[in-house]
T-cell receptor, first 111, second 116 residues
């Protein structure tokens, strides 16, 4: 079992839809959970960062961490065509000195 | 200008050639990283450096070497390129350990390498 599992998609939704992106992980020592967004031909950029369990909201984006289930989610409300990108989960902490990335989910929001 | 600059952005080369990818940063960060991105495999860490005198192997270092010429410069070399090293390469920086504080990585725009 890989340390971080992420469905690569692709995921296609109509504009205005609610999008749910998810990752599961196996290392219970992870404490830092992040979502990066990567536009085509660009490097990834940090979108959301969460420490330990709980929810974090930033505008249309909500990140959730459930450490008991080893499951993290990113929700996008009122999705826009500009949200079309690849979303990568990443996590680290504890004895793991470097971030472990998921494979990324490619999202397309159609007008 | 970008905070993390990679050169070249695109390179096509032949099997057996030596290739160097360069990265420079103006963020003042001590920590620098080289990643490789392949479709279906995500981002994988090749090498990382926590300061000029500190170089560490990542998940997939075989076939690669690095040099940290200064705090702001970190280069990746392929001594004898092979076709399965065809990939998108990213340099990244951070100001703290990835497991501490924000752990945010700042990425360059990538160097696309094709080995024929």
């Amino acid at each position: 079992q890989k340390e971080v599992e992420q469905d690569p998609g692709p995921l296609s939704v109509p504009e205005g839809a609610i999008v749910s992106l998810n990752c599961t992980y196996s290392n219970s020592a992870f404490q830092y959970f992040m979502w990066y967004r990567q536009y085509s031909r660009k490097g990834p950029e940090l979108l959301m960062y969460t420490y330990s369990s709980g929810n974090k909201e930033d505008g249309r984006f909500t990140a959730q961490v459930d450490k008991s289930s080893k499951y993290i989610s990113l929700f996008i409300r009122d999705s826009q065509p500009s949200d079309s990108a690849t979303y990568l989960c990443a996590m680290g902490g504890g004895s793991q000195g470097n971030l472990i990335f998921g494979k990324g989910t490619k999202l397309s929001v159609k007008p | 200008d970008a905070d993390v600059t990679q050169t070249p952005r695109n390179r096509i080369t032949k099997t057996g050639k030596r290739i160097m990818l360069e990265c420079s940063q103006t963020k003042g960060h001590d920590r620098m990283y080289w990643y490789r991105q392949d479709p279906g495999l995500g981002l994988r860490l090749i090498y990382y450096s926590f300061d000029v005198k500190d170089i560490n192997k990542g998940e997939i270092s075989d076939g690669y070497s690095v040099s940290r010429q200064a705090q702001a410069k970190f280069s990746l070399s392929l001594e004898s390129a092979i076709p399965n090293q065809t990939a998108l390469y990213f340099c990244a920086t951070s100001d703290l350990g990835q497991g501490a504080s924000t752990g945010e990585l700042f990425f360059g725009e990538g160097s696309r390498l094709t080995v024929l």
